[in-house]
């Protein structure tokens, strides 16, 4: 089991920046393929971006490419999404997930939520224009 909570969402004007933080439980962090997704009301939860259990490798959405950036630090249990230059359509409440390591990685392997099994709760983040 892992159990992931979420921080660091809040109000922030266009263009400007908010850092998510994930903490993870468990001794087993490192083995996880990290995943962050979002979900505006009405709308499907959609891939934000992933990261190799190892930090090596990264994947992101067309629509974060450039602006946002996912990192972990396997040492403290936690994976991070630095999001910049934040645009009132990024509004939404952010997850993030856990996927158990496979033989091979391919970011674009792990862009859907149903190879994710453990899932936050969520943080909210909004963009006002």
């Known amino acids: 089991q892992v159990q992931l909570v979420e921080s660091g969402g809040g109000l922030v004007q266009a263009g400007g920046s908010l850092r998510l933080s994930c903490a993870a439980s468990?001794?087993?962090?490192?083995?996880?393929?990290m995943g962050w997704f979002r979900q505006a009301p009405g709308e499907e939860r959609e891939f934000v971006s992933n990261?190799?259990?190892?930090?090596?490798?990264?994947y992101y959405a067309d629509s974060v490419k450039g602006r946002f950036t996912i990192s972990r630090d396997n040492a403290k249990n936690t994976v991070y999404l630095q999001m910049n230059s934040l645009k009132p359509e990024d509004t939404a409440v952010y997850y993030c997930?856990?996927?158990?390591?496979?033989?091979?990685?391919?970011?674009?392997?792990?862009?859907?939520?149903?190879?994710?099994?453990?899932w936050g709760q969520g943080t909210q983040v909004t963009v006002s224009s």
């Open positions: 468990g001794r087993t962090f490192s083995s996880y393929v």
């Open positions: 997930a856990a996927a158990p390591r496979t033989t091979y990685y391919s970011g674009s392997n792990y862009c859907t939520t149903e190879m994710y099994d453990f």
């Open positions: 990261i190799k259990w190892s930090g090596s490798s990264t």
